[in-house]
């Protein structure tokens, strides 16, 4: 014709019980990986908040408030980048 050869494609798809139950069970191991990464990134996070605000605490108390704004700007510069670089993880 006028298009040139035409080829036929033919799916095969493997349904037999033993097979989804497979997939099933993948899918539920890989929901629970999903489930648990996001559990490690929330509570590193919030670990690194803590850690920031104690470090923030300790060196303010031993500058006794001198340098309370420019720690104070320096712990949410910190704070700000590890949410950055979190949001890009996702």
Do not use: C
Not at 58 to 86: D, E, H, P, Q
């Amino acid at each position: 014709g006028i298009s040139g050869p035409i080829w036929r494609a033919a799916i095969l798809l493997d349904v037999r019980p033993e097979r989804l139950n497979l997939l099933r069970e993948i899918q539920v191991v890989e929901q629970r990986h999903v489930r648990r990464n996001w559990f490690n990134m929330i509570f590193s996070l919030v670990g690194m908040i803590v850690l920031v605000s104690l470090l923030y605490a300790v060196i303010n108390t031993l500058t006794k408030g001198y340098y309370s704004f420019v720690l104070a700007l320096i712990s949410v510069l910190v704070i700000t980048g590890f949410l950055v670089f979190f949001l890009l993880l996702i």
